[in-house]
């Protein structure tokens, strides 16, 4: 008489508990994982905003008046590029803020087009 194979394989319960192992260890890390990608996209808009508006004080500084557009900056190589912003994923959703002397420029100072408030509380269209 043969001696019966042995069976190889996982059992259902088997496969059950390593389910239930990853779906726990998941539940554990994903809402970190999350919290983290929105601290870095907030991180990256205050280094955009900082950029901008330090090409901005330095365009005002060299042409005593402050540029007509964001284009103008990358023009006159006060910048690379504009920044996409992080929250939006576009470089068009910025807002210009106007100085309160309409003679010396348009683009004063740069807000994020995001809606939406910040972990801080804050909206991003304060920023």
């Known amino acids: 008489m043969a ?3 042995p069976r190889t394989g996982f059992t259902l319960i088997e496969l ?3 389910l239930a192992i990853i779906a726990t ?3 554990l890390i994903a809402p970190r994982y999350f919290h983290s990608v929105d601290k870095s996209k907030e991180a990256a808009l205050k280094a955009d905003l900082n950029g901008m508006r ?3 004080d330095k365009y005002y500084g060299d042409h ?3 540029p007509d557009t964001l284009e103008e900056l990358v023009i006159k190589r006060y910048l690379r590029s504009i920044p996409p912003d992080p929250l939006t994923g576009s470089n068009q959703t910025w807002i210009t803020m ?3 002397d309409n003679g010396k420029g348009v683009v004063y100072d740069v807000r994020s087009g995001a809606k939406g408030v910040a972990a801080d509380g804050t909206p991003y269209e304060n920023w």
């Open 3 to 5: 001696s019966p194979r």
């Open 16 to 18: 059950m508990v390593v």
């Open 25 to 27: 260890l998941l539940s």
């Open 54 to 56: 330090d090409a901005i």
């Open 64 to 66: 005593a008046k402050y």
């Open 98 to 100: 106007p100085p309160d």
